[in-house]
């Protein structure tokens, strides 16, 4: 029988946008938006109570199942959801994340706090941040973009 141990953790990732925060809350909130810079949802409901579910992954690669629900919604201010990751058919963690909204002065600080409990070795917070600093890194660069396109 193999062991069984939950590691629970915290992390925090901060990052600057030079776009307003209505538009940056707007690329989280927006279904068609955000599945510009994250998996396409395949059921997006963005309310609280609601659901967001999408499986995925790399091609020929794990299917990898996100479930999230949303437990509360300030409109261009703040986001806590609540969700579970699999790989395949095994549970590999559960989170409570906080996406928070800031006016900055090039824009917009996003403050995003995961709290987790990474199941019997299958992830750890190591490769969920860095997993999480790439999406962010995504998210800059549909902003960017879109910056631009509005620019122009």
Same mark, same amino acid.
């Given at each position: 029988? *193999?062991?069984?141990?939950?590691?629970?953790d915290? =992390?925090?990732?901060?990052?600057t946008y *030079?776009?307003?925060?209505? !538009?940056?809350?707007?690329?989280w %909130?927006d %279904?068609a938006?955000? +599945?510009?810079? =994250?998996?396409?949802? #395949? /059921?997006? #409901?963005?309310?609280?109570?609601?659901?967001?579910?999408?499986?995925?992954g790399?091609k020929?690669?794990?299917? =990898?199942?996100?479930? +999230?629900?949303y437990?509360e919604?300030?409109? *261009? !201010?703040? $986001?806590v959801?609540?969700y579970s990751? #699999?790989? /395949?058919?095994?549970?590999i %963690?559960?989170?409570l994340?906080?996406?928070?909204?800031?006016?900055?002065?090039?824009?917009?600080?996003? $403050?995003?706090?995961? !709290? @987790?409990?990474f199941l019997d @070795?299958?992830d750890?917070?190591a !490769?969920? /941040?860095? @997993?999480?600093k790439?999406?962010?890194d995504?998210? @800059? #660069?549909?902003?960017? $973009?879109?910056?631009?396109?509005?620019? *122009?």
């Open positions: 029988m *193999n062991k069984r141990f939950a590691t629970h915290t =992390f925090v990732i901060e990052k *030079n776009a307003a925060p209505e !538009q940056v809350f707007t690329a %909130s %279904s938006t955000k +599945a510009k810079w =994250f998996q396409k949802a #395949d /059921e997006f #409901d963005f309310r609280v109570g609601g659901r967001e579910y999408s499986q995925g790399p020929g690669g794990p299917v =990898f199942t996100f479930d +999230a629900c437990q919604i300030v409109s *261009n !201010q703040r $986001i959801y609540s990751m #699999d790989l /395949e058919e095994t549970r %963690s559960v989170s994340t906080t996406v928070e909204f800031k006016h900055a002065e090039a824009g917009t600080q996003l $403050i995003y706090t995961e !709290q @987790g409990v @070795g299958h750890t917070v !490769q969920r /941040e860095h @997993g999480t790439v999406m962010m995504k998210l @800059g #660069d549909y902003l960017q $973009i879109e910056s631009t396109v509005e620019k *122009n």
